[in-house]
């Protein structure tokens, strides 16, 4: 009796939850590997340092709490403070506004997440080097506990936003393609370099200690799984042959292409989060027309990072998926190549995850 009401229980969440799951057929190839060894002592490395950074999310303060006198985020610690249009709205409208589009962000981490914890695995499945392939089965535990913290969190708040269309555009792109190299490219290269450099901003603007210590944890090991995309990716792509490499970077432009021309439009999550501050959609256009006309939208503050410019496009540079070729197309697109690494190897783990801790003085 107890069994039949557990069988019907079960079907009766799998039929409410259904339409939660969006699931396809990928054509990645599976690999086994009988050589034990690697040739990239960089990627035994990776995975040390992995294996000594692994952190529990238990351990995290979660009963901080968190109310108008603690809020995610002050509203002059965002880019929006400056901004004309922000300082014609009402006290109310701002709190809501800058409540609702953190968490609108916050639940693109989530979902994100989520991305990086499907093609991590992947990736173990798809590498043949049998090191790489440990690697990225570290990665794809820190990729389930950073998709832990952040449901936790989101759940915390009690603001939940879907998926922006063009991220999971990019993500799955980079899932249905059938090479290993290419995912790494979408993933450890792209997506990951827009992550790095959301946490960071995440990190500098919040004053709440909780995501504080979430982000910081989250970045350093983000930092390590871009490094990965160099260390593995770099020297293959160095000895392959032109075709491959051309096609490996028309990839990378296509990839990159998603996420830009996705940006252009307002999404409907955010249109939501306009909604419940009260803002005309139109007015915020017009306002950030005004900013961007004043100079007040492409100067970040002090310590930010602009993820395409400084993270990604000199990974992908850096690791040869720009060719002459691709170079023309970014530029027609109206996407300078940047090929100045600074921000890039000071966000990597260039030294150790232990100087970066003492230099932030955070814990978890
Ligand atoms: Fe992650
Ligand atoms: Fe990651």
Redesign the pocket.
Known sequence: MAETADVESIRDTDERKQNLVDSYKAVMEVSWNFDYETSIDKVNDLYKRAKTNQWNADDLDWDVAIDPSNPIMRRENTQYYDMPFFKRLSAQQQETFIAHSTAQMLSQFLHG?QG?LLT?STITHGVEDVRAKYYAAS?TM??AR?VEVYDRYVNKIAMHYPMVGWLKDLIDVTLKTENVHKIMIG??MIV?GL?LGAFNNMYQQTDEPLLKSITFNVMR??SR?VSFGHVFLGPRVAAMHQDDREDLAQFAFDAVGILVNGQKDVDPGFMKVLEVSNINPQDFMAGMKEAAEQGLVQDLPPGQVHSLKDLMIPALVRAGLITTRTKELFEQAGVPVNEDLTVLEAMEDAKSDQSILNQQGASY
């Open positions: 997440e990086a991590a990665q820190d990729e950073h993933m450890n990951e992550a090991d983000e799984h």
